[in-house]
């Protein structure tokens, strides 16, 4: 079966970080392109960050440009997304994605609230 279950959200205060893994059965992770997404409530989802399949470079949105790093472990077959010196308004529900040719599989989407 293929899923992507995502961990590591939370409640976390501002300026503090968190750590999201995203754990890929059913499938190999490193042939897909990965990519982590958010959405905030009344807001439309929006790309994060993600890697290339075919050279590894990475792509930031700009509001999480030198806070959040993504990379990938291929022996665990995991994804993830560090992130660091967190605002609220990082504030969303973050949804891991992989996909490759016709292929696009999504993660059931995991809370992170930043709060004081």
């Known amino acids: 079966q293929v899923q992507l279950v995502e961990s590591g959200g939370g409640l976390v205060q501002p300026g503090g970080s968190l750590r999201l893994s995203c754990a890929a059965s059913g499938f190999t992770l490193d042939y897909y392109a990965i990519g982590w997404f958010r959405q905030a409530p009344g807001k439309e989802r929006e790309g994060v960050s993600c890697i290339s399949s075919s050279d590894g470079s990475t792509y930031y949105a700009d509001s999480v440009k030198g806070r959040f790093t993504i990379s990938r472990d291929n022996t665990k077959n995991t994804m993830y997304l560090q992130m660091n010196s967190l605002k609220p308004d990082d504030t969303a529900v973050y949804y891991c994605?992989?996909?490759?040719?016709?292929?696009?599989?999504w993660g059931q989407g995991i809370q992170v609230t930043v709060s004081s």
């Open positions: 994605n992989a996909n490759r040719y016709v292929y696009n599989y």
